[in-house]
């Protein structure tokens, strides 16, 4: 069974941590995205990689950045975590970048910054 | 630019009733896709459909049915008769085609199927 696998379920953090998410898919996959998800807002898109060592910014890209060292692998870094980045976090990765491609979801990280 | 408008936060309903969950887009691409997910409890994403800008036909999966109207830019999700399973938050996105593979996302329904 294909999976989309995301590190922690739950995390508290303090404000000004440093904090890292991780996730790591077993399908292969050349893309890979983080998204955030708020309440009225749906699904926001931070970063994502189409290869290894590339990225790109999403819509909302400021306070995070990303590693992709490995295929399977892509981790969203919070460099100084604030109250307002207290939100759902969710990894997807997709074949190929051809448009149309359907995303494979983790079951995501509720991240809660105090 | 692109945009995916989901105007039902929540909807609630009383099993076997059915229900329909609106989906708006605005794009200017010719050629770009739809999709339905559901999120449910567990919080994973489910993907349930997909459909291309050249293909307006209507889909009937057992009780899920999508109505894509080109004309009014919408992509409506009919769920009939209803279950307590069907609760659930879903959304609606749109990929375009030279967006390489980046879905863009409303902002969810939650629907809610009391026994």
């Known amino acids: 069974d294909v999976k989309v696998t995301q590190s922690s379920r739950y995390l508290v953090k303090r404000t000004g941590e440093k904090v890292f998410l991780e996730c790591v898919q077993d399908m292969d996959h050349e893309n890979m995205f983080w998204y955030r998800q708020d309440p009225g807002l749906g699904l926001r898109l931070i970063y994502f990689s189409y290869d290894v060592k590339m990225k790109e910014k999403g819509d909302i890209p400021e306070g995070y950045s990303v590693s992709r060292e490995k295929k399977e692998r892509f981790s969203l870094i919070l460099e100084s975590a604030s109250t307002n980045q207290t939100s759902m976090y969710l990894c997807?990765?997709?074949?190929?970048?051809?448009?149309?491609?359907?995303?494979?979801f983790g079951s995501g990280t509720q991240l809660s910054v105090l | 630019a692109q945009k995916v408008t989901q105007a039902q936060t929540e909807i609630s309903v009383v099993e076997k009733e059915d229900v329909t969950l609106d989906c708006v887009y605005e794009t200017r691409d010719t050629t770009y896709y739809l999709f339905w997910y559901k999120q449910p409890p567990s919080g994973e994403l489910v993907f349930l459909i997909r459909r291309n800008s050249f293909d307006e036909q209507n889909e009937i999966s057992g009780r899920y049915s999508w109505n894509f109207q080109k004309s009014t830019s919408s992509f409506n999700f009919t769920i009939t008769a209803s279950q307590v399973v069907d609760s659930a938050v879903y959304f609606c996105a749109l990929s375009e085609r030279n967006q390489g593979g980046k879905l863009i996302f409303g902002q969810g329904t939650e629907l809610s199927v009391k026994p």
């Open positions: 997807a990765s997709s074949p190929p970048p051809v448009a149309g491609e359907k995303l494979f």
